[in-house]
Protein backbone atom coordinates (compact mmCIF):
# COMPACT_ATOMS: atom_id res chain seq x y z
CA UNK A 1 0.00 0.00 0.00
CA UNK A 2 1.23 3.26 -0.73
CA UNK A 3 1.22 6.49 1.75
CA UNK A 4 -1.88 7.70 0.47
CA UNK A 5 -3.47 4.63 0.57
CA UNK A 6 -2.72 4.01 3.87
CA UNK A 7 -3.61 7.87 4.90
CA UNK A 8 -6.83 7.27 3.29
CA UNK A 9 -7.72 4.19 4.44
CA UNK A 10 -7.24 5.71 8.66
CA UNK A 11 -9.13 8.61 7.48
CA UNK A 12 -11.91 6.55 6.34
CA UNK A 13 -11.67 4.66 9.78
CA UNK A 14 -11.90 7.76 11.70
CA UNK A 15 -14.75 9.14 9.91
CA UNK A 16 -16.43 5.76 10.18
CA UNK A 17 -16.04 6.42 14.40
CA UNK A 18 -17.76 9.38 14.06
CA UNK A 19 -20.44 8.46 12.05
CA UNK A 20 -22.60 7.47 15.17
CA UNK A 21 -24.42 9.66 17.20
CA UNK A 22 -23.08 9.09 20.05
CA UNK A 23 -19.33 8.80 19.65
CA UNK A 24 -19.73 11.99 17.56
CA UNK A 25 -20.95 13.56 20.69
CA UNK A 26 -18.15 12.16 22.88
CA UNK A 27 -15.71 13.67 20.20
CA UNK A 28 -17.24 17.26 20.50
CA UNK A 29 -17.51 16.78 24.54
CA UNK A 30 -13.61 15.99 24.46
CA UNK A 31 -12.75 18.85 22.06
CA UNK A 32 -14.50 21.17 24.96
CA UNK A 33 -12.62 19.57 27.51
CA UNK A 34 -9.00 19.91 26.09
CA UNK A 35 -6.07 18.01 26.68
CA UNK A 36 -6.56 17.38 30.42
CA UNK A 37 -9.74 15.39 28.48
CA UNK A 38 -12.82 13.80 30.90
CA UNK A 39 -13.24 10.47 32.89
CA UNK A 40 -15.17 8.02 31.30
CA UNK A 41 -17.44 8.03 34.01
CA UNK A 42 -17.94 11.50 33.61
CA UNK A 43 -18.71 11.52 29.95
CA UNK A 44 -21.27 9.21 29.86
CA UNK A 45 -23.28 11.03 32.92
CA UNK A 46 -23.23 13.75 30.96
CA UNK A 47 -24.05 12.45 27.69
CA UNK A 48 -26.79 10.31 29.54
CA UNK A 49 -24.97 6.96 28.15
CA UNK A 50 -25.19 3.18 30.55
CA UNK A 51 -21.43 3.09 31.20
CA UNK A 52 -20.62 -0.31 29.53
CA UNK A 53 -22.26 1.46 26.13
CA UNK A 54 -19.69 4.33 26.83
CA UNK A 55 -17.09 2.15 27.32
CA UNK A 56 -17.92 0.63 23.71
CA UNK A 57 -18.23 4.22 22.28
CA UNK A 58 -14.69 4.85 23.81
CA UNK A 59 -12.80 1.71 22.58
CA UNK A 60 -13.97 2.31 19.15
CA UNK A 61 -13.25 6.55 19.06
CA UNK A 62 -9.54 4.70 20.29
CA UNK A 63 -9.11 2.51 17.97
CA UNK A 64 -9.93 4.43 15.62
CA UNK A 65 -6.82 7.19 16.51
CA UNK A 66 -8.81 9.83 17.55
CA UNK A 67 -8.81 9.72 21.25
CA UNK A 68 -6.05 8.72 24.28
CA UNK A 69 -6.39 8.05 27.73
CA UNK A 70 -4.49 7.84 30.85
CA UNK A 71 -4.65 6.64 34.12
CA UNK A 72 -5.35 8.96 37.21
CA UNK A 73 -6.05 5.86 40.34
CA UNK A 74 -9.24 4.66 39.62
CA UNK A 75 -10.09 6.88 36.69
CA UNK A 76 -9.26 6.46 33.16
CA UNK A 77 -9.15 10.13 31.58
CA UNK A 78 -10.36 10.18 27.61
CA UNK A 79 -9.04 13.19 25.57
CA UNK A 80 -8.94 14.07 21.96
CA UNK A 81 -5.78 13.04 19.78
CA UNK A 82 -5.66 16.57 18.30
CA UNK A 83 -2.88 15.79 16.32
CA UNK A 84 -5.51 13.16 14.58
CA UNK A 85 -8.35 15.83 14.78
CA UNK A 86 -5.75 17.75 12.80
CA UNK A 87 -4.76 15.35 10.34
CA UNK A 88 -8.43 14.66 9.72
CA UNK A 89 -9.62 18.14 9.11
CA UNK A 90 -6.07 18.89 7.01
CA UNK A 91 -7.01 15.54 4.68
CA UNK A 92 -10.51 16.70 4.09
CA UNK A 93 -9.53 20.62 2.97
CA UNK A 94 -6.14 19.94 1.36
CA UNK A 95 -7.07 20.71 -1.87
CA UNK A 96 -9.88 22.69 -1.29
CA UNK A 97 -8.87 25.75 -4.05
CA UNK A 98 -6.15 23.83 -6.41
CA UNK A 99 -4.71 26.64 -6.61
CA UNK A 100 -7.57 29.17 -6.42
CA UNK A 101 -7.48 30.48 -2.95
CA UNK A 102 -10.71 32.61 -3.98
CA UNK A 103 -12.38 28.86 -4.10
CA UNK A 104 -11.71 29.21 -0.51
CA UNK A 105 -13.16 32.15 0.53
CA UNK A 106 -16.35 29.85 2.48
CA UNK A 107 -14.04 29.08 4.67
CA UNK A 108 -12.74 32.70 5.48
CA UNK A 109 -12.68 33.20 9.15
CA UNK A 110 -12.68 29.48 9.84
CA UNK A 111 -9.76 28.47 12.00
CA UNK A 112 -8.49 25.47 10.47
CA UNK A 113 -5.23 24.34 7.97
CA UNK A 114 -4.98 25.21 4.40
CA UNK A 115 -3.09 24.20 1.62
CA UNK A 116 -0.16 25.86 0.92
CA UNK A 117 -1.58 27.61 -1.88
CA UNK A 118 -3.87 29.37 0.30
CA UNK A 119 -1.29 30.68 2.48
CA UNK A 120 -1.47 33.97 1.07
CA UNK A 121 -4.93 34.66 0.87
CA UNK A 122 -7.02 36.53 3.48
CA UNK A 123 -9.32 33.26 4.51
Same mark, same amino acid.
Given at each position: ?15 ? #?? /??? @??? +?????? %? ?7 ? $? ?20 ? #?? /??? @??? +?????? %? ?7 ? $? ?28 ? +? ?8
Amino acid at each position: MTDTEVSAKKIVTRLS #AL /AQD @TRL +RVFRLL %IEAGPEGIP $ATAIAEALDVRRNLMSTHLNIL #AS /AGL @TTT +RRDGRR %IYHAVDMAA $ARDLISFLVKDCCNGHPEICQELAGVDMPI +RECCEDATL
